[in-house]
């Protein structure tokens, strides 16, 4: 009869962390800081929706890193197509963009966290950690600020805020204020220049913009405003 060694040492199987981001350096330096963790390893690396999906099909990852940037697409709807198909991995948002505008647009998404890429670098080995026991991860003020949101019975004033921009409506919006214009959105979204011309009548009368031109002004300090 084979005997059994009372100390042999029992391997514990490390967390699986796929990384989408399109800019090569960042995912490099986020795979760095992450396999040197000895529970963590990054299992993937994408930079595109399709890519991302497939890798997740392939590896089946415990979570997904996500950017909301991800070259001509929106990885806000990479959130909502990964809580759809695959709502067992856990998506964190790694975003350039401030917190107070998208946070509670991808935790609506299915995402259970928001670390803002200009923050330490520690604070992402702190979110997965955090997301990984059941929690969801925000900044002490954004926390405070969706607490108050469902708490409270205000509501602002219409036109006041693109908190009243559909997710599809802002994405339009943000990139009006790159300068790009009905066309190019259009290319950079796959939709008819009809759709995109629909969506900016929608955003002008959602914000009390009077023509065109007052559109892309506010787009503008709006993109500036949040770089």
């Not at 995912?27 to 396999?35: H, Q, Y």
């Not at 856990?90 to 350039?96: A, D, P, Q, R």
Request: one cysteine or more.
């Amino acid at each position: 009869m084979k005997k059994i060694k009372k100390n042999s040492p029992v391997k514990s199987k490390k967390v699986r962390i796929l990384l989408v981001d399109d800019h090569p350096i960042m995912r490099r330096g986020l795979a760095e800081l992450i396999n040197l963790e000895k529970d963590l390893v990054v299992c993937g690396e994408a930079d595109s929706i399709h890519t991302a999906l497939e890798l997740i099909k392939r590896h089946e990852p415990d979570v997904a890193l996500v950017d909301l940037s991800l070259k001509n697409e929106s990885g806000l709807e990479l959130i909502k197509d990964i809580h759809a198909r695959y709502p067992k991995v856990l998506v964190l948002v790694l975003s350039m963009h401030d917190e107070l505008f998208y946070a509670e647009r991808v935790l609506r998404a299915g995402a259970k966290g928001y670390v803002m890429k200009q923050q330490a670098t520690d604070l992402v080995l702190v979110a997965i950690r955090r997301i990984l026991g059941g929690e969801v991860y925000l900044s002490d003020f954004m926390s405070s600020k969706v607490l108050r949101n469902f708490t409270s019975k205000k509501t602002e004033k219409a036109g006041s805020s693109v908190d009243q921009l559909s997710d599809r409506e802002l994405e339009v919006f943000r990139l009006i204020g790159t300068g790009l214009g009905t066309r190019q959105i259009a290319e950079r979204l796959s939709r008819s220049v009809k759709t995109v011309e629909t969506y900016r009548e929608h955003i002008k009368l959602k914000l009390d913009l009077k023509d065109s031109s007052e559109l892309v002004q506010n787009a503008i300090q709006w993109s500036q405003s949040n770089s």
